[in-house]
């Protein structure tokens, strides 16, 4: 099974190829009727002596050879349409992980949806059951694993005149490959993040009772022609993938495994997803990639050819040489911005080497993009985090912070941090606890070299002091007034609406109905989407409560002020 579908692939790839027009296994049995014996042997030597030569395979494996050229759309001669039509079947999709994984569930449902599958959002009317999966955390891969003994069950008990077909798509495929068919039955295919063009294929194989697979990484795959289609069409928020891969290869990550080497989408294909989003009244765009502020558009001939190489922070470095050419993520976040003024940007995950200061200076000076940087430290010590090839010191992070604060005064910033990890000692923890009193935000990874009720202990010491700092920072907002964008009903309280603010807090507000501009007599209910001027009156840890005073704008935010409170666009820091 393998084989053929690597011979696939590779075909595939060929323009032009070679196609045998001829049935090799009909050749086959018409050369063993022309190689007659006296009589039958069971001996295995004599089969082989008198069954057909290596010759009698040449021969008739080129005759009537011509050569195929492959669409310019892709299409391959060999595959019918029909072959591979979804034939309205339907698919159900379930995503693990980061939003990475989110985007690419849609950019799955939209090659399915091209190829006539149909959508549905209940597992048990599903014919075919797509679980995006996660390989970085072990707790998301046992709950995939759990999850494929439910799926079997559910096979076991399915109508054999409506077979259900399982897939394993994403970081989980593409790192156990070949195990994960081995061990699960249940698993009719896998496709690994750069083979979603492929899965109308690998499921008309399945129909056959096959098994297949496309784990194949690629250094060109971004997926910049497929137009994504939303799994939340009514929400006010949405995900765009600006690049794929990594190339950094830090010690404890197997993203570069599973995603492959960093290749970025070209610009002009952003923008015209970004456009779309807005028509569609889509009020903040995130944009996405492991790690994103790398991105460097390389699709035009003259950016390849011309460029300085591309600006680092200060006291950062690359275990790669420094890139030269192309559009970097400054010029890219510039363009984005100008699309929709009243569209909010944001972006995840950025590395801390990629934040010259052209980035720092357009963030400060574009009021549509969030004040709320993501800086992953991992650690606070300076030998931990050489062990992670890291390639800086605990010192220049903290430059860089004091740098970021001074370039963007209300900026918020947010942090990972790994507990655990190979080495660590107490004073390397020490270290890590005395940078998130610095007032980030903490996550945690954890590593398997140090004792797991050590691990505990230091997790449990990390997120106490992060959740102190994060309860101590909120207090500090109450009585702001911040512009939150309204995402929905509270999932705590029908009467409640949920939002964020510009530093990616969440924000609580009593649902109901507020003038419709500053000053203003005429009064309207909230939705998701709006933008509403809010006064913080409460906090916790991890979200701000306020009272909504009136619809608002994002450019007419800044210069509000209400009840005597000069208006921030803020969040804890």
């Not at 010759?55 to 310019?72: M, N």
């Not at 001669?77 to 989110?102: A, I, S």
């Not at 109905?513 to 000053?519: C, N, Q, Y």
């Amino acid at each position: 099974m393998y084989s053929t579908c690597l011979r696939m692939n590779l075909i595939a790839s060929m323009r032009p190829y070679w196609s045998v027009q001829k049935n090799l296994q009909g050749q086959f049995r018409t050369c063993c009727a022309g190689h007659t014996s006296d009589k039958i042997s069971t001996n295995s030597s004599t089969k082989l002596k008198d069954g057909p030569s290596l010759q009698d395979f040449l021969k008739y494996s080129t005759e009537d050879l011509r050569p195929v050229e492959i669409g310019e759309d892709g299409t391959v001669p060999y595959l019918n349409e029909d072959d591979v039509w979804g034939g309205r079947r339907k698919v159900y999709f379930e995503t693990y992980g980061c939003q990475m994984n989110v985007s690419d569930t849609e950019i799955a449902w939209s090659v399915l949806k091209d190829s006539g599958y149909q959508r549905t959002e209940s597992v048990n009317d599903a014919d075919v059951i797509l679980a995006v999966t996660c390989a970085i955390r072990e707790n998301a891969e046992q709950k995939i694993w759990t999850r494929l003994q439910q799926f079997r069950a559910m096979k076991t008990r399915r109508n054999k005149s409506r077979p259900l077909k399982v897939g394993v798509l994403g970081c989980m495929a593409e790192r156990l490959k070949k195990d994960l068919l081995e061990r699960e039955k249940s698993v009719d295919l896998i496709a690994g993040p750069d083979a979603y063009r492929d899965l109308p294929r690998l499921l008309s194989l399945t129909e056959s009772g096959q098994r297949a697979a496309n784990v194949v990484l690629s250094l060109e795959e971004t997926y910049a022609d497929v137009m994504p289609v939303r799994m939340n069409a009514g929400a006010p928020t949405a995900f765009v993938s600006i690049m794929r891969g990594c190339d950094n290869m830090c010690s404890y990550c197997i993203v570069p495994f599973t995603r492959g080497r960093e290749r970025s989408r070209p610009i002009r294909s952003i923008l015209e997803e970004v456009r779309a989003l807005s028509g569609q009244g889509v009020k903040e765009v995130t944009l996405l990639g492991q790690n994103v502020n790398s991105y460097r558009d390389m699709s035009e001939q003259q950016q390849q050819l011309a460029g300085s190489p591309t600006n680092l922070s200060a006291g950062f470095g690359t275990i790669y040489r420094k890139k030269k050419g192309g559009l970097r993520f400054s010029a890219l976040l510039d363009r984005v911005s100008q699309v929709d003024p009243e569209m909010r940007i944001r972006f995840v995950s950025p590395h801390p080497k990629d934040f010259p200061d052209e980035v720092l200076q357009l963030i400060r000076d574009r009021p549509n993009i969030c004040n709320h940087l993501h800086l992953p430290a991992q650690s606070g010590s300076s030998q931990v985090l050489q062990s992670m090839r890291r390639n800086h010191t605990r010192e220049a992070y903290l430059e860089l912070v004091q740098h970021v604060k001074e370039v963007i005064p209300d900026v918020s910033l947010s942090s990972d941090f790994i507990v655990g990890f190979c080495g660590e000692t107490e004073d390397d923890h020490n270290q890590t606890l005395s940078l998130a009193r610095q007032k980030t935000h903490a996550y945690h990874k954890l590593m398997d070299d140090v004792p797991a009720g050590v691990k505990q202990r230091r997790l449990a010491e990390l997120i106490d002091v992060c959740r102190k700092g994060m309860a101590e920072a909120n207090a500090e907002r109450i009585g702001q007034v911040h512009l939150v964008l309204v995402e929905g009903l509270s999932k705590k309280s029908p009467s409640d609406l949920a939002g964020r603010n510009d530093g990616n807090t969440k924000v609580i507000i009593p649902n109901m109905d507020i003038p419709d501009e500053v000053g203003g007599q005429q009064c309207s209910a909230m939705k998701a989407g709006d933008y509403v001027a809010v006064k913080i009156t409460s906090s916790t840890s991890q979200v701000l409560k306020g009272i909504p005073l009136a619809h608002t704008n994002l450019q007419g935010f800044p210069s509000l002020t209400l009840e005597g409170q000069k208006a921030v666009n803020i969040s804890s820091t």
